[in-house]
């Protein structure tokens, strides 16, 4: 498989799509803790912490530091899943989301901003809707992330030529 340098443009868009996405979900988590219908301030901070970490390893990335390589693949790893139903649900996303998904309902949608939800609803009826699916986007940064070469060429510069 080819390798694509880190300076590579799909690789700046994907850092541009995280960062902006980290912002948003950072505005959205503050906003949230103000508002008693978004849950818990515990769940909210614990976002803002998470966007926090997103923007941090999407500017790593940008600077092509390994660290927010690795933070970023972790990160991305993530907002792969997406499952919802009467007892649980989890969506994560940042920037936008792609996702196929199947269960009671099938269907492709797309979706621009950053959300994190996590629920857990005990005593609820097991019977009633469900979803299954997969952040498309995600996959496809991570394809693009699993070809990033940060690392410096293995054959040193050449020497320059004395004057003779």
């Known amino acids: 498989m080819t ?6 443009w799909m690789v700046r868009a994907t850092c541009i799509t995280l ?16 508002s008693t219908a978004s849950g818990s301030p515990v769940m909210c901070a614990v976002a803002v912490l998470i966007y926090l970490a ?5 500017v790593g990335l940008w600077f092509g530091e390994d660290l927010g390589l690795q ?11 997406l499952a919802q139903s009467a007892s649980f649900s989890y969506l994560f996303y940042t920037g936008a989301l792609g996702v196929l998904y199947g269960g009671s309902k099938f269907g492709l949608q797309g979706l621009v901003g950053s959300l994190f939800a996590l629920g ?3 005593g609820s009826a097991s ?31 050449p020497l320059p030529q004395s004057p003779s």
């Open 127 to 157: 019977n009633g809707d469900y979803i299954v699916g997969v952040n498309l986007l995600a996959i496809a940064m991570l394809v693009i992330l699993g070809r990033v070469d940060l690392l410096p060429s293995a054959s040193p510069p």
């Open 3 to 8: 390798k694509i340098h880190g300076t590579h």
């Open 19 to 34: 960062g902006a996405g980290a912002v948003l979900g950072i505005i959205n988590g503050f906003n949230a803790m103000g």
């Open 120 to 122: 857990i609803h005990p």
């Open 71 to 81: 933070a970023t693949r972790l990160l991305l790893l993530v907002q792969i899943p």
């Open 54 to 58: 997103i923007g941090a390893a999407a």
